[in-house]
């Protein structure tokens, strides 16, 4: 079956994660993606993770491939005002744009989405920058913990008695690179049906934000401040983290319903918590939850947290390992979803990366070669937008495709 973008073509201005992220899964789904790129100031992604006992080339990177796979790449000397009227004539030939650069660097180019339409009325522009292109702060350049606490998640991100904590500094990326690719399909489906394009400000704040829904409303309609409170739940106990058998080994544990109740006191071998009048229900569990984490971890710590999740899984109560990478990859679970692709590639030969998490029914995704940069300079100029071989060396010389 074709693919479901198939026809489509992107115009990807992104660099670092969260733009390249989307635009890759566009790319996996059939669109034609062609990365703007430069000599003059490549994109940090293509040094990351490389072997350090190697040389390092702006094309070894497994990280950038895993960011990238599906796509074409050009360079192209946005400085220089035919390097600008290059990427006009490519956007005519596109139907979607794509980039996470400041707020106010495309409108300063040229490029912002009323000089866009100009050139097709139907485009589609989707900006992913940290805080949006409009407000006291969108002039900022942001990273994604700078983006977690400007959203606010830091502040209930920790345990009890510590300080605001970070998610891990790429986490936002990742959730708007998903975000984007589903507002662009959206606009897509809308673009069918109205024959209108739109420009889609997505905020990666906004995102994070829109991820925080039982602490917002919290604090709007009570004026309650929720706070940290590590990995407990405001109503659920036990919910938690518990150590289990063997070096930094934790596993989690779950209990929501008092059917799921009965069934880990039974499963850890303690009929009687049902009956004790500390954990009878839902409100005395949570009032003693520091007790019972400590029952409950004198009986984890005691097995493995594999074995752990197997017998809880049997009874109904939701458990599972907290993995580092190596017991992940190893997870039969995570194998059988095939998350891992192996795209090839000229020099790195193809590294394990991760593909799409979902598997289809009508289609499978493609994961192509990401790509080498500028590898596709002179197809695209000359194939697409009409320049001969010699009007194509002629500006790789004058730095314009560059």
């Not at 300080?163 to 662009?184: C, E, H, K, Q, R």
């Not at 606009?187 to 829904?213: H, N, W």
């Not at 192509?368 to 071989?389: F, K, M, Y």
Request: one cysteine or more; aromatic letters at 8%; hydrophobic letters at 35%.
């Amino acid at each position: 079956m074709p693919l479901p973008l198939e026809g489509i073509r992107v115009a990807d201005f992104g660099w670092i994660l969260a733009a390249p992220q989307c635009t890759a899964w566009l790319g996996a789904m059939g669109a034609e993606v062609i990365r703007i790129e430069s000599h003059q100031r490549i994109d940090i992604i293509r040094f990351l993770g490389q072997d350090p006992r190697k040389e390092i080339t702006p094309n070894g990177s497994p990280l950038f491939s895993g960011l990238n796979f599906s796509k074409k790449s050009i360079t192209l000397n946005l400085s220089h005002p035919r390097g600008v009227g290059l990427a006009k004539e490519l956007i005519k030939h596109s139907d979607i744009v794509v980039e996470n650069f400041t707020g106010g660097v495309m409108k300063r180019w040229g490029l912002g989405y009323d000089d866009l339409r100009q050139l097709k009325s139907d485009i589609i522009m989707v900006s992913g920058t940290p805080v949006g292109q409009s407000g006291p702060d969108s002039h900022c350049v942001g990273w994604g913990p700078i983006t977690q606490a400007s959203a606010g998640i830091c502040h209930l991100t920790g345990y009890e008695d510590g300080p605001p904590s970070s998610l891990g500094g790429s986490w936002p990326d990742y959730m708007v690179g998903v975000a984007m690719s589903y507002a662009v399909q959206a606009a897509l489906f809308c673009r069918k049906r109205t024959g209108k394009g739109q420009y889609i400000d997505l905020a990666m704040a906004e995102v994070v934000t829109s991820m925080l829904p039982d602490a917002v409303m919290d604090y709007t309609m009570n004026r309650r401040d929720q706070g940290r409170i590590g990995n407990h739940d405001t109503l659920m106990a036990p919910h938690n983290v518990y150590r289990a058998k063997g070096d930094d080994s934790w596993v989690t544990i779950v209990v929501e319903t008092e059917q799921e109740w009965r069934s880990l006191c039974g499963a850890v071998g303690h009929p009687e918590w049902i009956e004790d009048e500390r954990f009878k229900d839902q409100k005395s569990r949570k009032a003693n939850e520091i007790e019972l984490d400590e029952l409950l971890t004198a009986w984890t710590r005691e097995r493995t947290n594999t074995d752990i999740m197997h017998q809880l899984q049997k009874v109904g109560v939701a458990a599972t390992p907290v993995f580092d990478t190596e017991s992940l990859l190893n997870d039969p679970q995570f194998q059988t979803r095939e998350f891992l692709v192996s795209p090839p590639h000229p020099e790195t030969g193809g590294h394990p990366v991760s593909g799409i998490p979902g598997i289809y029914s009508g289609f499978e995704p493609q994961y192509g070669q990401a790509p080498c940069l500028g590898q596709d300079t002179e197809s695209v100029c000359c194939d697409l937008l009409g320049l001969s071989r010699e009007e194509v060396a002629r500006l790789q010389d004058e730095k314009v495709l560059y």
